[in-house]
């Protein structure tokens, strides 16, 4: 198993450190969502369920200053960050693409056991997609790009990205994300307790 990102903070980590957070927002509902049906590069839009969550996230986000706002470029993503206030300030980042399901695109997981018995995402990756080793390779430059930001952050993306970025936080392998449930239109808090990273806040929504 590989070790932690380099970046991580240990003991070293200052006090102002210590003090910024991440904010991870998954998109609203989309109709596969809504179906668990794996969906990574088909660009769905929002449903009015979908919609309506995005929108309340302004509020809930009311007063927040960010240093960096980042968003996924899948529409899903980018209308939950534009609905939410974010539009304007968030930059675009590949990095946060929802995990390559490659031949598994638009299945569900029953679906995929049926020709794969004991399918495990977090263990197995995809077919012509993602392994755990390349998704963990992303969510350490995401991570590595927040801790450089100077303050707080915001990310809008994906259930399964956002719960390896999670994972990978806490200095944990990929696997620790499947004990993460991430509901859609769900914020998250990273942070530290001392120069401790932890987290602070999880699926509310």
Not at 29 to 53: F, K, M, P
Not at 131 to 139: K, L, N, T, V, Y
């Amino acid at each position: 198993m590989s070790s932690p990102p380099a970046s991580e903070a240990a003991a070293t980590g200052t006090t102002q450190q210590a003090q910024h957070e991440i904010v991870l927002v998954r998109h609203g509902e989309t109709e596969w969502s809504a179906n668990g049906r794996h969906t990574s590069r088909t660009d769905l839009s929002l449903i009015e369920e979908g919609r309506a969550r995005a929108a309340s996230l302004g509020s809930e986000l009311s007063g927040r200053d960010f240093s960096l706002a980042l968003c996924s470029p899948l529409r899903r993503a980018r209308e939950t960050c534009e609905l939410a206030g974010f539009g304007e300030a968030a930059v675009l980042c590949d990095d946060l693409h929802e995990w390559q399901y490659g031949e598994y695109e638009g299945l569900t997981t029953p679906e995929i056991r049926e020709e794969r018995p004991g399918w495990f995402l977090w263990r197995d990756g995809c077919p012509g997609g993602e392994s755990p080793g390349e998704i963990q390779a992303r969510a350490d430059r995401v991570l590595g790009r927040a801790r450089e930001a100077g303050g707080d952050v915001i990310m809008f993306a994906h259930g399964h990205i956002l719960r390896v970025l999670a994972a990978r936080w806490l200095a944990q392998p990929v696997a620790f994300g499947a004990r993460l449930a991430l509901s859609a239109g769900a914020l998250c808090t990273l942070g530290y307790e001392r120069e401790t990273e932890v987290l602070r806040g999880w699926n509310c929504t």
